[in-house]
């Protein structure tokens, strides 16, 4: 399994647990009441939704990600599209957060082999 579908995995998993909640609304609930662990905003969503959960989650002192499209964040939660959504159960965002950062690693890894 790549680690592309091993996140959208777990943030289904989150989704059928009840441990994920979708949306903006929704979202910025969760975090402002300290109840979600990780924020994952879509790659494709708009520069203000961007710009304001990055400027809300530091604030909060919560970490956020950009990742996927809205397409893709939805499917993998059986929903339609969504820009946002947070983990609210830390092992869960754990697990989700580990995979996102070795990701991140490796793209890292390839760019300097690209170069």
């Given at each position: 399994?790549?680690?592309?579908?091993?996140?959208?995995?777990?943030?289904?998993?989150?989704?059928?647990?009840?441990?994920?909640?979708?949306?903006?609304?929704?979202?910025?609930q969760?975090?402002?009441?300290g109840?979600?662990?990780?924020?994952?905003?879509a790659i494709?969503?708009?520069?203000?939704?961007?710009?304001?959960?990055?400027?809300?989650?530091?604030?909060?002192?919560?970490?956020?990600?950009?990742?996927?499209?809205?397409?893709?964040?939805?499917?993998?939660?059986?929903?339609?599209?969504?820009?946002?959504?947070?983990?609210?159960?830390?092992?869960?965002?754990?697990?989700?957060?580990?995979?996102?950062?070795?990701?991140?690693?490796?793209?890292?890894?390839?760019?300097?082999?690209?170069?």
């Open positions: 399994m790549n680690q592309h579908s091993k996140i959208f995995s777990y943030l289904g998993l989150a989704a059928r647990g009840g441990r994920l909640v979708s949306g903006e609304f929704s979202t910025e969760a975090v402002k009441k109840k979600a662990y990780i924020v994952i905003v494709d969503a708009s520069d203000n939704t961007k710009k304001s959960f990055r400027d809300m989650c530091t604030y909060y002192r919560v970490n956020i990600y950009f990742y996927g499209s809205k397409e893709q964040l939805g499917h993998a939660i059986g929903k339609e599209f969504r820009a946002s959504v947070a983990v609210t159960d830390a092992n869960l965002a754990e697990a989700v957060e580990k995979v996102l950062l070795e990701e991140q690693k490796e793209a890292e890894i390839a760019e300097k082999d690209r170069q």
